[in-house]
């Protein structure tokens, strides 16, 4: 039974975002967008300063976007409001390192820049445009995982490796803190926190006060301002579109952003997870005792579950996409030309995607949350546009010149047949399934749990039930002889000082 005090089994996100992508795609033809959103909002906080101090020569965002609101951005972070209420626990209790606040400040300004040259987000990328089988989005794979894996590297030498988690729970936290062994590791963030009051961080206050006035802002407007008052950028105005699809909207980012903030599914560790979990069958302790990586975190990777989660979205967004290309004559969406700066664009997302420990749809449902990386991510990702907009015509014209090749999605590889398309589009569907199917083995192998348990059990539950299990962690996966540890309290082996 799923209750909404608890956290729930990864899978279900992949089926909520699926729902919503798919609610998105009913009403506008394609994938949900939300980087274009954010900047366009931050172009009506522009215009708005400048009428405010007098400066209508201000032009640093709104040279290259018009100001608009972005009703899916806010229902994300409603949703994830709802789920902090309905568990009563908002993140906001955590204290990070230093370093690792900077770090998610600096990954909110490069991955905000890399969304620009790569005209799109991973949302855009994973959630829809592997969806819509764009090759653009399939050559993004080829450098953003690679990036997010150094930048996965870099934290753990950095020693912060201990906070990237799929989810900051407080019990899980407490449980570490309270027993050690091998999930003293998940325990630092209780021990840390400890004496930490969040309204009284200066910091914390004053961004989220800016940031409740930069949405509001845009929200006011949209009631201000519509297409006919020659602010053509202002599409998803009340006066323009009305209080349905307004309201359809905010329903979409609320069914994804409650999805996510119950399991803390995100692209950027979905897409790592294939890799790392090989290197955990194997050499857990490398991952455990160098790289400082959580026991809750390193079941979720064994697990599969963000892999599997990611790719339930994929497919049921593509079923919805075949059916509309097929049987109502809806062009495939998302089709542009790959180029040498879309590469580039991704290499930055990955580093900032694993930086601040989420890609950006994840990061507003962790502002929802109100965890502090992504408060502090949230500047950032403002500020990281102005690289791209301040010089929007050198990046255009760099990207024009340097296109790897003019095929945009997957079936036109095989020519413009209509039948063969079919095929080659089905057969393409039926391999996003088997990934889902190879996914769920292969979490079970490497686990020791039945289907019923991953399916019904969230994943800090299970990895506490993994390490704690009677005869020891071998059961469905091979260990090395060094990495078995013993519970044995928060001082015993295993614990970090």
Not at 430 to 444: D, E, N, P
Request: contains cysteine; positive net charge; charged residues 15%.
């Amino acid at each position: 039974m799923l209750s909404l005090r608890k956290q729930w089994p990864f899978w279900i996100s992949g089926v909520f975002v699926g729902v919503a992508e798919i609610m998105n795609y009913l009403a506008l033809g394609r994938p949900i967008g939300l980087t274009t959103g954010l900047v366009e909002m931050t172009s009506a906080a522009e215009r708005t300063v400048a009428r405010v101090t007098g400066a209508p020569g201000m032009d640093w965002w709104s040279r290259a976007y018009d100001p608009n609101v972005h009703w899916i951005i806010i229902g994300v972070l409603i949703g994830a409001w709802l789920v902090a209420r309905a568990e009563k626990e908002s993140r906001g209790w955590v204290k990070y390192p230093v370093r690792e606040l900077v770090l998610s400040f600096i990954g909110g300004f490069v991955f905000s820049f890399g969304t620009r040259l790569a005209h799109g987000c991973t949302t855009h990328h994973f959630l829809g445009g592997i969806s819509s089988m764009s090759t653009a989005s399939l050559l993004y794979l080829t450098t953003i995982l690679p990036a997010g894996f150094a930048t996965f590297y870099l934290m753990a030498k950095l020693n912060i490796g201990h906070v990237f988690k799929g989810q900051e729970n407080r019990s899980t936290a407490d449980y570490g803190c309270a027993n050690g062994g091998k999930m003293a590791l998940d325990g630092l963030a209780c021990e840390a926190s400890r004496d930490y009051r969040p309204n009284r961080d200066w910091l914390r206050v004053s961004v989220i006060i800016i940031m409740f006035l930069f949405f509001m802002n845009a929200i006011v407007g949209s009631f201000l301002y519509g297409t006919d008052d020659g602010l053509y950028g202002w599409a998803y105005s009340l006066k323009t579109i009305g209080w349905g699809l307004i309201i359809w909207f905010l329903l979409i980012g609320i069914v994804a952003g409650f999805g996510m903030a119950k399991t803390g599914f995100g692209t950027e560790c979905a897409f790592l997870t294939p890799e790392i979990s090989t290197g955990l069958n194997h050499k857990e302790g490398f991952f455990e005792k160098q790289w400082h990586i959580p026991a809750s975190t390193r079941f979720l990777f064994r697990s599969m579950s963000p892999f599997t989660a990611m790719f339930i979205e994929i497919f049921m967004l593509w079923v919805a996409i075949y059916i509309g290309w097929q049987f109502f004559d809806v062009r495939l969406p998302l089709g542009m030309n790959p180029t040498w700066v879309l590469l580039l664009g991704a290499a930055c997302q990955g580093f900032g995607s694993v930086a601040m420990i989420g890609c950006e749809i994840r990061t507003y449902m962790r502002l929802g949350l109100g965890y502090m990386t992504a408060v502090v991510a949230f500047p950032g990702f403002l500020l990281g546009y102005l690289p791209y907009t301040l010089y929007q015509d050198f990046w255009e014209n760099l990207a024009h010149d340097t296109t790897i090749t003019k095929i945009k999605h997957v079936p036109d590889i095989f020519g413009y047949d209509p039948a063969v398309q079919a095929v080659a589009g089905l057969t393409y569907g039926l391999l996003i399934a088997a990934l889902v199917v190879w996914a769920v083995r292969r979490g079970m192998k490497l686990t020791g749990f039945s289907l019923k348990e991953l399916a019904s059990t969230n994943n800090d539950e299970l990895a506490i039930k993994y390490y704690t299990r009677p005869g020891g962690r071998e059961t469905g996966a091979r260990e090395v002889a060094a990495d078995k540890v013993p519970m044995s309290g928060a001082a015993g082996e295993g614990a970090v000082s």
